[in-house]
Every structure is written in structure tokens, then in C-alpha cells.
Nanobody
Framework: QVQLVESGGDLVQPGGSLRLSCKAP???????????MAWYRQAPGKQRELVAR??????NYADSVKGRFTISRDNSRKTVYLQMNSLKPEDTAIYYC????????????WGQGTQVTVSA
């Protein structure tokens, strides 16, 4: 099963920063550029929600994170990042990375998730 690999989750105080990383598996590294990348999150008792998406250099964000989070990708490293600043307790969730093949949206890959906890 193809799976992305996330890292960078941690416990951080309100107002702090974290950078999450997501590396593509070998099976799609040769076509990494052909995938739209996104970060989702799921808090306890809530549905998974889209946080940020990047497609061919264009980005979009959930209203709740605009101005605080930044998604970026490094095609040479086959990695996508989520820089999170000014973190709030309500950002606490498991964060998941997703890759969707632009030519065939049925080909979507996920990571195992990384826990972000914002607490004093």
C-alpha cells in the first residue's frame, strides 16, 4: 500500500510554531510533480477537514488558518511542508498529508498522520 510519511508533530505552547513534513514514497517519487499535495487535520470527535492545498504553485487555505499556516513543496526532495505559526489550542489535531494524481483523481494517497497538540 502506497503511503506518505509525515513528521514534525509535537506538543507546543499557544503562540508557538511547528513545521510538518511529508515525504512521498518511492512508488510515486518519479511522478511527484504530477500530484496535488494537501494537508488535512482531524480533531477528536470531528470530521477530517482540509487545511491547505498546493497545485502547480497555487495554494489555498481553510479560513481558520489563513495568515498563520503556509504550505510549500520541494520537488527535488519529493517533500511537502506545512509551516504553522501562531498556533492555537484549536489547532490541536492529527495532521494528515495527501497526494492526488492530477491525471486520475482516483489515485489518492495518505500518510499515517502526525499529532499536533497546542497546550500551555
Amino acid at each position: 500500500q502506497v503511503q506518505l510519511v509525515e513528521s514534525g508533530g509535537d506538543l507546543v505552547q499557544p503562540g508557538g510554531s511547528l513545521r510538518l513534513s511529508c515525504k512521498a514514497p518511492r512508488s510515486i517519487t518519479s511522478v511527484f510533480n504530477a500530484h496535488d499535495m494537501a494537508w488535512y487535520r482531524q480533531a477528536p470527535g470531528k470530521q477530517r477537514e482540509l487545511v491547505a492545498r498546493e497545485s502547480r504553485g497555487s495554494t489555498n487555505y481553510a479560513d481558520s488558518v489563513k495568515g498563520r499556516f503556509t504550505i510549500s513543496r520541494d520537488n527535488s526532495r519529493k517533500t511537502v511542508y506545512l509551516q504553522m505559526n501562531s498556533l492555537k489550542p484549536e489547532d490541536t489535531a492529527i495532521y494528515y498529508c495527501s497526494a492526488v494524481n492530477r491525471a486520475n483523481s482516483a489515485l489518492q494517497y495518505w500518510g499515517q498522520g502526525t499529532q499536533v497538540t497546542v497546550s500551555a
